[in-house]
């Protein structure tokens, strides 16, 4: 799960950091608060990538997702990419976990078989 949860959040961080330069052509806010929102959505899409394997990561993901969806109330197309990326994250927890399942099985096969 944890390779999968990851790479959909490596893929955010650069969404992040391209909406903000978006945002800082088709908004009226400032490039302070534009930066210090996207700044700290990607530092959290880094960190979140060394935390999924430790208790409450999965669950900021999906914060970090609700943010990104909320974003398209300054950027319109962010409700969509939001929503593309909320999929992913299910799709990476989801099938992330059945392929952890089936590892430890296979694992736990070959330690009674050998």
């Known amino acids: 799960m944890r390779m999968l949860c990851a790479s959909t959040l490596i893929g955010e961080f650069f969404v992040i950091g391209f909406a903000g330069l978006v945002a800082m052509q088709?908004?009226?806010?400032?490039?302070?608060?534009?930066?210090t929102v996207s700044g700290v959505a990607m530092l959290l899409s880094?960190?979140?990538c060394g935390m999924l394997t430790r208790p409450g990561g999965v669950q900021l993901g999906w914060a970090l997702q609700i943010a990104l969806i909320a974003s398209?109330?300054?950027l319109p197309t962010m409700?969509?990419?939001g929503a593309?990326?909320?999929?992913?994250?299910?799709?990476?927890?989801?099938?992330?976990?059945?392929?952890?399942?089936?590892k430890a099985r296979w694992a736990a096969?070959?330690?009674?078989?050998?």
Do not use: M, P, Q
């Not at 088709?26 to 930066?35: E, N, Y």
């Not at 909320?86 to 952890?100: N, P």
């Open 46 to 48: 880094i960190v979140l």
């Open 84 to 102: 593309v990326f909320a999929a992913l994250w299910w799709a990476s927890v989801h099938y992330g976990r059945k392929v952890d399942a089936a």
């Open 109 to 114: 096969e070959a330690s009674t078989a050998g």
């Open 26 to 35: 088709l908004t009226d806010l400032s490039a302070v608060t534009i930066w």
């Open 79 to 81: 409700f969509f990419l």
């Open 72 to 74: 398209g109330l300054v």
